[in-house]
């Protein structure tokens, strides 16, 4: 059978480095494989990845859903049938990508292509899509996996349009790393001096609450970062003069890590813009050249 009658048949040769046939491979598994993986094309997502991502959204809500006593009580079977649906549908997308794992390696047997793809990252992801249901009916509880599929959304949108914008976020916090952690260092020394402080003064006034450094240390975090829940508080003037200071300390902290983001996004975001195009330029210029020629005849 020739190459073009294979074709026909919804096969394609995949060649091997040697230039020679390897194996068949079905063209519409490398159809599926290019909607789940890689997408419909430049700068969107692919109709069944959007769908899959609906889906994500739609089976967290229900989770969410269920731990609301009145809504599980009344809508149980409901409930337990949208699970039981959305189990269905994620283990036919894992057995699906799994199929179609071998497109993402032409060169290689399908087994190995298979078997690197269970063990990726991405594909252990995907089983907590389908774990839930299995482990509910072995009685174990599985509202935090259940809840973990959300996170699914963020690896099928780095398949689309969003994935520049994740790049450029893990990136510009990467580049300002050692920027950030002296930032969190100074931050971390603050609030030990602070609650040491605190200890030193209001400790033998309130021993429940600044008896020790540890327990000085709750009260000294939600004061460096201005939350200040109210439930801890000095009483002393000393110690009053030691929390305000602590709490205009927190603030400059705080606008530390925003200020070195803001500018390193800022920084990003201009370098990403294309370049002037200079034939564009030169037409500009030439028309203000002839008018300014004009006027000074």
Not at 82 to 111: H, K, Q, T, V
Not at 227 to 253: E, N, R
């Amino acid at each position: 059978m020739n190459k073009a009658a294979r074709q026909a048949e919804g096969h394609e040769d995949s060649m091997g480095a040697s230039g020679e046939p390897a194996v068949q491979r079905p063209a519409w598994r490398r159809r599926l494989y290019s909607h789940l993986e890689t997408g419909a094309g430049p700068g969107r997502l692919s109709p069944l990845n959007l769908a899959l991502c609906l889906a994500i959204a739609a089976s967290t809500a229900v989770a969410v859903a269920e731990t609301e006593p009145l809504i599980a009580a009344r809508f149980a079977r409901s409930l337990r049938a949208s699970e039981i649906a959305f189990a269905l549908l994620f283990a036919a997308e894992y057995l699906a990508r799994l199929w179609a794992a071998p497109e993402g390696e032409p060169d290689s047997p399908a087994w190995k292509a298979r078997l690197r793809w269970i063990l990726s990252p991405p594909a252990l992801a995907d089983l907590l899509a389908v774990l839930p249901v299995l482990l509910t009916l072995a009685g174990a509880p599985t509202l935090v996996l259940r809840l973990i599929r959300v996170l699914r959304i963020l690896r099928l949108a780095s398949l689309g349009p969003t994935s520049n914008p994740f790049d450029l976020v893990l990136h510009t916090v990467w580049s300002k790393r050692r920027e950030l952690g002296a930032a969190y260092a100074l931050g971390g020394v603050a609030l030990l001096l602070a609650s040491s402080l605190l200890y030193a003064i209001e400790g033998a006034v309130q021993p429940e609450a600044f008896g020790s450094i540890p327990r000085a240390l709750w009260w000294g975090v939600t004061t460096l970062t201005t939350i200040g829940y109210g439930d801890v508080h000095p009483i002393t003037p000393f110690g009053k003069i030691a929390a305000g200071l602590t709490a205009v300390t927190g603030v400059g902290l705080i606008a530390a890590p925003a200020g070195i983001l803001a500018a390193a996004f800022t920084d990003a975001l201009g370098s990403d813009k294309p370049p002037a195009d200079p034939a564009h330029e030169s037409g500009l210029a030439a028309p203000r050249a002839g008018r300014d020629a004009r006027k000074i005849a």
